[in-house]
């Protein structure tokens, strides 16, 4: 399993690099509108789509969820051995099945859409380099 961490300001495109046919767990710190930390009873849904830009078709998704708030987001912090960023931790963290980055030396496009429960919608965008395992 990959891990990859990024602390967040919201609406800011992250990069990442990946072994290909890989789990890949991604975590952010997000911030809502109020610069305050995001909880699950911040935001009444999250979406995940991911789209191979190097494609014959970039913008079809190759993969797309709806994800479960409770699964993906924290009301506190998490400093886990999973995090290498900084020692405050991530609030969001979702783990993305080997089958997303199957082709090495192909860019991804990890796109989350967050809806608060007032209704605004933020994203959270990640560039992710699927690098080539060579043996077999």
Do not use: C
Not at 3 to 14: D, F, G, I, T
Not at 93 to 98: E, F, K, Q
């Amino acid at each position: 399993v990959s891990q990859v961490a990024a602390s967040n300001v919201v609406q800011r495109m992250h990069q990442f690099s990946v072994l290909e046919d890989s789990t890949v767990s991604l975590m952010f710190r997000v911030l809502g509108d109020d610069a305050q930390a995001i909880t699950q009873a911040t935001i009444a849904s999250v979406t995940f789509a991911a789209f191979d830009l190097d494609a014959t078709t970039p913008t079809s998704a190759v993969s797309t969820a709806t994800l479960t708030v409770a699964d993906v987001v924290f009301d506190t912090y998490q400093t886990d051995d999973r995090w290498h960023a900084d020692s405050v931790g991530y609030n969001f963290r979702h783990d993305i099945a080997a089958s997303v980055f199957v082709t090495g030396g192909h860019t991804y496009q990890v796109e989350y859409k967050f809806t608060a429960d007032g209704g605004e919608i933020f994203h959270i965008l990640a560039r992710v380099q699927a690098a080539p395992i060579m043996t077999t």
